[in-house]
Antibody
Framework: QVQLVESGGGVAQPGRSLRLSCTGSGFTVRNYGIHWVRQAPGKALEWVAVISYDGIDKHYADSVKGRFTLSRDNSKNTLYLQMTSLRPEDTAVYYC??????????????????WGQGALVIVSS | DIQMTQSPSSLSASVGDRVTMTCRASQGVRTFLAWFQQKPGKAPKSLIYAASNLQSGVPSRFSGSGSGTDFTLTISSLQPEDFATYYCQQYDVYPLTFGGGTKVEIK
């Protein structure tokens, strides 16, 4: 079955960096785009970014644009979310989730279907 | 950005009840609207896409309707496993945006 597993969460000081990974299995990861969605403690879901199956197309929320960078290594079935210049308001559980379209560009958005279990990021001094 | 407003923010219901919750977009999103269920401490689960299409494996007691700015999620007969928070999300334009959620609690 489709599975996504996030890793790399932890505690970082404000202004520092952290990299999250998302590893997929049960499907051909290189054929699908991946979304990142976060949830601050006790708050609603917030969409963060999405990367296309080939890594060419990317979209970011304004709140992270210029600070967060998406990449992927299809040889490892793994996606990355590089987070820099971290702020306390970036504290959240970060989920990766699959874009359901096969080998599609991201010109037209769509909602994710399968989700990982999440990784907690705490930004605090 | 498109703002998504869900109401009510919470509701109490009993097993077997018919439950309805709404999601309103600040501008029209056609039918590019998804619903997700989230239980405490767990990842969201996709329920509905394109306003009214059930994801594979989702029970038929769940249904969605609407287009443009107003959408509804209905649970026809609430089951114990349905107590959770429900989120809508528009995907008509970037950035994708979620509503604030509706928490369904046990009466």
């Amino acid at each position: 079955q489709v599975q996504l597993v996030e890793s790399g969460g932890g505690v970082a000081q404000p202004g520092r960096s952290l990299r999250l990974s998302c590893t997929g299995s049960g499907f051909t990861v290189r054929n699908y785009g991946i979304h990142w969605v976060r949830q601050a403690p006790g708050k609603a879901l917030e969409w963060v970014a999405v990367i296309s199956y080939d890594g060419i197309d990317k979209h970011y929320a304004d709140s992270v644009k210029g600070r967060f960078t998406l990449s992927r290594d299809n040889s490892k079935n793994t996606l990355y979310l590089q987070m820099t210049s971290l702020r306390p308001e970036d504290t959240a559980v970060y989920y990766c989730a699959r874009d359901p379209r096969l080998q599609d560009t991201l010109v037209v958005p769509t909602a994710p279907d399968f989700w990982g279990q999440g990784a907690l990021v705490i930004v605090s001094s | 950005d498109i703002q998504m407003t869900q109401s009510p923010s919470s509701l109490s219901a009993s097993v077997g009840d018919r439950v309805t919750m709404t999601c309103r977009a600040s501008q029209g999103v056609r039918t590019f609207l998804a619903w997700f269920q989230q239980k405490p401490g767990k990842a969201p689960k996709s329920l509905i896409y394109a306003a009214s299409n059930l994801q594979s494996g989702v029970p038929s007691r769940f249904s969605g309707s609407g287009s443009g700015t107003d959408f509804t999620l209905t649970i026809s007969s609430l089951q114990p496993e349905d107590f959770a928070t429900y989120y809508c999300q528009q995907y008509d334009v970037y950035p994708l945006t979620f509503g604030g959620g509706t928490k369904v609690e046990i009466k």
